[in-house]
């Protein structure tokens, strides 16, 4: 049963240090919070599947990993100095700021409840600027990226030339953006400070339908691969009214979280607005030429863009569940054994010096392959539940017949079920049983 409040989750993840509140000793910093030990094995594990199935599993699609600061002119190109806004709205009776477009009505305040008190809408623009150098003028003026997507379309020429791929090819990149949210909310998953993983995928103009429908649908079931069950995710295409200025096409990947349907990822088609605008802005000529057809052309992109910190937060929500054994509450994250922060825990029986060398031993020995607890401290029954409570797909016991049989003991997250295995077979059935 998936957490049906995200206070469950919210608690889960702080009292066993998956995400805390940022600076929380100084009464903590709105909408940024810290990944702690667990948590930062997990949002990189969801990273690394992303880049798995993007990059390593195809040979049409590359990584970068460019700059965050960036020159006015990227962003003048872009058009997210005079695009990238939000509608701002105040209410004149609590003082507090709301996005127009994120209110349920528009003239009720969601937090005094007072009626026809918004301000006027104004557009706030969402970019964090900064200056770069020891002169505070404008010739100094930078910007934090609100997206990683144009350090794809500046590099797009380079990477063309250096990894000698052609259309249709990608450029992918996960890294950290910026956006100065009016009303971050939810816990991470929309915060000022956030993860991206995004792909641009260049194709013929001609083909950009198909790519289009094929992304779509490989997005969706990436998240089904990993775990989420297929009833919790949904594809909705945008409205006319909702699409971006650089858009002829959206769908996002939508996610039922506590609070409804929201968006983990949008597949775009950015036709070739990017490239054209750059190329105009920069004087380089950002275009492929084919020397089959003997055709130059712009080509059109295609983008899967998604959040790294609220895929996260999706996926422990999907995993969430409490069952009753032996008339106790069992809390398991039924997390995909690719995306657990630790695949596998290493239980000695007992802190008794006599254990210890063979669990030590183990330990390395599973360490050589996977991330690997070692946990000696309260009873046996304790720690499983505390390796229940964090994903951990399987624990290795080591007991006191170990030292007689040199045998361990695998206990599976879900069934509950034991196995005994020979340690020199441990890695092979471990390997066996998780599938990679």
């Known amino acids: 049963m998936p957490a049906t409040e995200l206070d469950q989750i919210v608690n889960l993840c702080k009292r066993r240090g998956f995400v805390y509140p940022s600076a929380e000793i100084y009464g903590g910093f709105r909408s940024t919070y810290d990944y702690g030990p667990l948590g930062s094995l997990m949002l990189r594990n969801v990273k690394d599947a992303w880049v798995r199935a993007m990059v390593q599993q195809r040979h049409d699609v590359v990584l970068i990993d460019a700059a965050i600061l960036s020159p006015p002119q990227v962003w003048e190109a872009s058009g997210h100095l005079s ?80 990894s000698r791929k052609k259309p249709p090819f990608g450029i992918a990149q996960v890294g950290k953006s910026f956006r100065n949210e009016i009303t971050p909310q939810n816990w991470i998953f929309r915060t000022r400070e956030f993860e991206q993983m995004e792909m641009e995928f260049f194709v013929p103009p001609a083909d950009g339908p198909k790519w289009y429908e094929y992304w779509c649908a490989e997005r969706l079931d990436w998240y089904v691969r990993h775990g989420i069950p297929s009833d919790m ?132 020995l599973l360490s050589d392959r996977y991330m690997v607890d070692y946990d000696e401290t309260q009873a046996i029954g304790r720690r499983y539940r505390r390796q229940d409570e964090i994903g951990t797909p399987l624990c290795v016991t080591v007991d006191f017949d170990s030292l007689d049989d040199n045998a361990v003991t695998i206990r599976d997250r879900d069934t509950m079920d034991q196995v005994r295995v020979p340690v020199e077979d441990l890695v092979q059935i471990v390997t066996d049983r998780l599938g990679f």
């Open 233 to 364: 995710l949904r594809l909705r295409a945008h409205g006319d009214d909702e699409l971006s200025h650089y858009s002829t096409g959206t769908s996002d990947v939508e996610f039922l979280f506590p609070w409804g349907w929201d968006e983990l990822e949008g597949i775009a088609q950015r036709t070739d607005f990017d490239l054209k605008a750059h190329s105009e802005r920069s004087g380089e000529r950002l275009d492929y030429f084919d020397q089959q057809t003997n055709e130059r052309y712009v080509p059109y992109v295609i983008e899967p863009a998604a959040g790294a910190t609220r895929t996260m937060a999706a996926f422990l929500l999907a995993a969430y569940d409490e069952e009753v054994v032996n008339d106790e509450t069992r809390t398991v994250l039924r997390l995909h054994p690719r995306l657990a922060p630790y695949t596998i825990a290493v239980l000695p029986l007992s802190k008794k010096d006599t254990l210890t060398p063979l669990a030590h031993q183990v330990h390395k």
């Open 83 to 162: 695009n990238f806004t939000d509608p701002l709205v105040d209410c004149t009776n609590c003082k507090n700021r709301f996005r127009e477009d994120k209110l349920d009505d528009p003239n009720t305040c969601p937090s005094c409840g007072a009626i026809g008190s918004f301000t006027e809408a104004r557009q706030f623009n969402l970019m964090f600027k900064t200056q770069a150098g020891p002169l505070a003028d404008s010739g100094a003026d930078a910007y934090l990226r609100p997206e990683t997507a144009q350090g794809m379309f500046t590099n797009f020429g380079q990477v063309l030339q250096t």
